[in-house]
């Protein structure tokens, strides 16, 4: 018979599995999203040299894959220490200092992400409860646009979580 802290620690272990696949999903969207735009800028450089016409959507399309694409991406990235990180201060601190610094940072960076997921939320849901439109050429619901950054934030606060409690185990 299982023990009660085996079992919790089992279901930590298959949520956290759960997560590092959603992370990775998300990371393929935004990579189909990457190539999709690429296309896009591709379409609107031969209709320019072509047809001398341009296609007034993909300016507007290319800015949205930006955002869709940061925050799809960035948690699989944080997930797998593939992010930017500045390193100059930490590389030259003493080995002693770097868990405790790298513990407090990634507490400190899923206060950030937790606050920014609860009023990224906010704006979303407002924006959908106001049908508010974007003022483009396009004019999507915002909300369609505005999603994906609670999403990404939220993923994001989790993964610094995991970060700090793998620092408190060393």
Known sequence: MRQPHSLGKSLLILLMR????????????????????TGAVFAEIMSRLLFGKSLLWVVE?????????TFLGAPY??????HVAIDI???NLHP????????????????VCFYATWYG?????????FGTRETTVLAPHSYLLTW????????VAIQFVVQALACLKR
């Open 18 to 37: 759960g997560l590092s696949r959603l992370n990775f999903l998300l990371a393929v969207i935004s990579a189909v999203v990457l190539v999709a735009a």
């Open 61 to 69: 399309l290319s800015g949205y894959a930006l955002l869709y694409m």
């Open 77 to 82: 990235l944080l997930e797998k220490n593939r």
């Open 89 to 91: 201060v930490t590389e």
């Open 96 to 111: 002693r200092w770097r868990a405790p610094l790298g513990c407090t940072m990634s507490l400190l960076g899923a206060a």
């Open 121 to 129: 939320l906010a704006v979303t849901l407002d924006q959908y409860q």
């Open 148 to 155: 994906v950054f609670p999403l990404g934030m939220f993923l």
